[in-house]
């Protein structure tokens, strides 16, 4: 039996709580995954886990020896790093999701200065707006708009997104210029709505202006939960929806969006990235921490609260 094998599958079946998902995360067979804590269990002479035809669970001695697994293997890692000069060049494989706009508009097109600077990272990107099992997908870290609902999740804030209501002129021409948000409740007028993931469900956008605090929902004839669709259904003219600047920005210049209400101001989305708790931060992950918060004081600075 290789103990450090063994202390990884231990491992990650713990955080996964499956040994079916921490083969898969692993990249080895369940039984292969199964035989290393078997093995682990038999060279301890203590049970790890408890397994049921439904789940796992860590017992009490699993859990204190899971605590020090994790540190033996963070141990490892940083002298793998130490000794290969990773250190001052980290390498290796970074597993990231990120939603589609923002990888489009602002990751993707920064990438060639990322890989400039650490030519050894391998990016393996996620892109898209639905909800990441961060532990159970082996994924080492998301980037993702909105307040974060699961606790559980280490969590850095990197940055803050102003947003805009807009239009098509194409809208507009059928529809009316709304003058006032709530104009926005009336029948005659259709907003392009946003699903969130995590909930499945829209949520009405808060407005100020001189005092006055309204939340609209608007009446949606299309909800989607993906960034791109949105902001497609907005340029085809499906209705009014609400934008991050940066999405907006070249549209309006290009007149295929029209600005709306400029004189409210909106409650700005905050911007995330989650990874893992209780998983050690390699070179790797830390140096693409770093870039994000970069990254967003250019596109996203994060705003004064009131």
Request: with cysteine; hydrophobic share 45%; proline share 5%.
């Amino acid at each position: 039996m290789d103990r450090f094998d063994a202390m990884q599958a231990f491992a990650r079946v713990v955080e996964t709580g499956s040994f079916t998902k921490a083969a898969e995360t692993l990249h080895m067979s369940k039984t292969s995954v199964t035989q290393l804590v078997q093995q682990l269990e038999a060279r301890l002479r203590v049970r790890l886990l408890n397994r049921t035809t439904r789940k796992v669970n860590v017992t009490a001695e699993g859990a204190a020896y899971y605590e020090r697994v994790l540190r033996v293997l963070a141990d490892v890692d940083d002298a793998e790093t130490s000794l290969s000069g990773a250190s001052t060049s980290p390498r290796g494989r970074l597993r990231v999701d990120v939603p589609s706009p923002l990888a489009t508009l602002i990751l993707v097109p920064a990438l060639p200065a990322f890989h400039a600077r650490y030519p050894d990272i391998q990016l393996d990107l996620g892109v898209s707006d639905r909800r990441v099992d961060i532990i159970g997908e082996n994924v080492d870290c998301v980037v993702r708009g909105g307040e974060l609902t699961d606790q559980s999740l280490m969590a850095r804030h990197v940055g803050d997104l102003q947003l805009g209501v807009y239009a098509a002129p194409s809208y507009l021409k059928r529809a009316g210029t709304p003058l006032h948000p709530k104009e926005l409740e009336d029948t005659h007028h259709r907003t392009v709505g946003f699903h969130w993931a995590r909930s499945g469900k829209a949520f009405p956008y808060a407005m100020h202006r001189d005092g006055e605090a309204i939340k609209v929902h608007g009446r949606y004839v299309v909800a989607v939960d993906d960034g791109n669709a949105l902001l497609a259904a907005g340029l085809a003219g499906v209705g009014v929806l609400w934008l991050p600047h940066y999405m907006a920005r070249a549209h309006v210049i290009r007149g295929d969006l029209v600005p709306l209400f400029k004189s409210w101001r909106l409650d700005v989305m905050p911007l995330y990235l989650a990874f893992p708790p209780n998983r050690h931060v390699s070179a790797k992950l830390r140096v693409f921490i770093d870039w994000i918060v970069e990254l967003m004081a250019q596109h996203a600075p994060l705003a004064e609260r009131r």
